[in-house]
C-alpha cells in the first residue's frame, strides 16, 4: 500500500516565476533533477497532479516527431478514445 503524505508549502516568486519547493515529495516518487514529469490541471477542483513521466525509447525507423504527431490526434480525439475505452 503507497503512503499518502500531507504537505503545505507556500507560493514563493522564483525569478519571474511563482513557485514552491517539495524536494522531499518529489524524490519520494523517485525524481531527480533533470527527469520529465507530466502535470495535469483541474481548475474545476482547484488540483494540480504531477506525474513520473514514462520514459519511453523509440524502436529503430521511427521518426522523433512520431510522437508530436501522435499527441496531436490524441488530444483532437481524446473524449472518442475515452469512449472505446469505456465499451
Known amino acids: 500500500m503507497s ?22 515529495a518529489l524524490k519520494q516518487i523517485g525524481l531527480e533533477q533533470g527527469d520529465t514529469v507530466q502535470i495535469d490541471v483541474n481548475q474545476d477542483h482547484g488540483e494540480i497532479v504531477i506525474k513520473k513521466a514514462n520514459k519511453v525509447a523509440l524502436p529503430e525507423g521511427i521518426s522523433n516527431d512520431f510522437f508530436d504527431q ?14 472505446l475505452k469505456d465499451r
Do not use: A, H, P, W
Open 3 to 24: 503512503k499518502v503524505s500531507d504537505m503545505e508549502r507556500k507560493v514563493t516568486k522564483f525569478g519571474n516565476s511563482l513557485g514552491i519547493t517539495m524536494t522531499d
Open 70 to 83: 501522435l499527441s496531436e490526434v490524441m488530444s483532437e480525439y481524446d473524449q472518442t478514445l475515452k469512449g
